[in-house]
């Protein structure tokens, strides 16, 4: 999905910025035909490079890597280690499930429901892309009384 994606943007004039670690590249698996592709040591300088080239993060539906990548880049927003919205592109309710225990989690007290927020749900890209271009109203966190800057 991630190559279909980036051909798809190339096709329209976009621009992509492919990020790897080189253990993928030598089992053949990086996107040769990325105007700039990045090569990294390890899956957790990817997430790090990712994360500060990106103004938002979306997820498409995926499989453990994109619930992984989600959840932390989540909690780097509730954590305050960033300002970026996060999103899921709910494709035919692909979703609906995580969606349905991110609520309940707010409801049994484990989530604030500020928190909720964080994550924005949208079945279209457009309407996805509106909402993550907005900026967060997540308060800044403050853990055990104390503010960003303490």
């Avoid at 670690?21 to 990045?38: I, N, Q, S």
């Avoid at 494709?91 to 429901?113: C, H, M, N, T």
């Amino acid at each position: 999905l991630m190559g279909v994606m980036a051909d798809t943007v190339l096709a329209a004039g976009g621009h992509v910025t492919g990020v790897i670690p080189h253990g993928l590249v030598v089992r053949e698996l990086a996107h040769t035909g990325l105007p700039d592709l990045r090569v990294v040591s390890s899956m957790h300088e990817r997430k790090a490079l990712m994360a500060e080239l990106s103004d938002a993060f979306v997820a498409l539906p995926g499989g453990f890597g994109t619930f992984e990548e989600l959840c932390e880049v989540v909690t780097w927003t509730q954590l305050g280690v960033h300002r970026k919205p996060c999103g899921l592109l709910n494709v035919a309710g692909f979703y609906d499930p995580l969606v349905a225990l991110v609520d309940r989690a707010v409801s049994e007290g484990f989530v604030k429901p500020e928190n909720r927020a964080i994550i924005a749900v949208h079945a279209d890209p457009v309407g996805l892309l509106d909402l993550v271009s907005r900026p967060l109203t997540t308060p800044v966190v403050q853990w055990a009384g104390r503010s960003d800057s303490t």
